[in-house]
């Protein structure tokens, strides 16, 4: 039954319609943010059910993790690109726990998904935060924290240092940016606890690293990491 706001709404689909953020077609009622055919061929990695893959691979002698996953991959150019630009430039903070909740009903099976005690998204600093609005990597926790039951702690970690760590430092440089990016205010609220660190996108690793080895230098902790996408 048509009550008045879906009559509005069918009236504003008319003059804008929503649009598929991969494919560009238009959306049928029931769907969100993708269309069911992009949904479906949206480049699943898996990674959460295979163990030593090439995610935990990056980390190897870098960061000790328990486990690591993202829910899709994506070379450059592929339309599946859109959805973490539209997540991080185009102020869509709502697509961030749209795709987190899709991602947990994936994976809430999974044994060692179901032995986190916290999601902890990956801190900007709070002046690109200011600038930006929100943090992206929130928005995927607060999604996957809804469909998971497992709490998001945001206030633990905090970013300190304004520059981004960059793709092409060295191993030098990538420790002194352990040493001054992350700080850990409550590191007692981490003792013996399985931590999931969430971040919307994975390429080298750096500031994943950077976040986990502050947390394990400050607590004895057990890190798992949590990606949308991995490049
Ligand atoms: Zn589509």
């Known amino acids: 039954m048509l009550n008045r706001s879906n009559y509005l709404n069918a009236f504003l689909e008319l003059f804008y319609p929503r649009l598929c953020l991969v494919c560009g077609d238009k959306l049928i009622a029931t769907e969100t943010y993708l269309c069911l055919k992009c949904q479906l061929h949206l480049p699943r990695t898996n990674f959460h059910n295979e163990p030593d893959n090439p995610m935990e691979q990056l980390f190897y002698g870098r960061l000790p993790i328990e486990r690591a996953c993202a829910y899709f991959d994506f070379k450059k150019g592929s339309p599946y690109q859109k959805i973490l630009h539209q997540l991080k430039y185009r102020g869509l903070k709502q697509l961030g726990e749209y795709m987190g909740a899709q991602f947990a009903l994936e994976i809430q099976d999974t044994k060692w998904i179901q032995s986190v005690d916290f999601l902890c998204p990956v801190p900007l600093h709070p002046r690109k935060e200011r600038k930006r609005g929100y943090n992206q990597s929130y928005h995927l926790a ?90």
């Not at 300190?160 to 040493?179: D, I, P």
């Open 142 to 231: 607060k999604g996957l924290s809804d469909k998971l039951g497992i709490p998001v702690e945001q206030e633990a970690l905090i970013r300190k240092k304004f520059s981004s760590t960059q793709t092409k430092k060295g191993r030098y440089e990538r420790w002194e940016n352990v040493e001054t990016i992350f700080e850990l205010r409550h590191p007692e609220r981490f003792e013996g606890k399985h931590l999931l660190l969430i971040d919307d996108v994975v390429t080298t690793g750096a500031t994943l690293e950077a976040c986990g080895a502050t947390i394990l230098r400050d607590c004895s902790a057990k890190i798992s990491i949590l990606t949308l996408a991995i490049a």
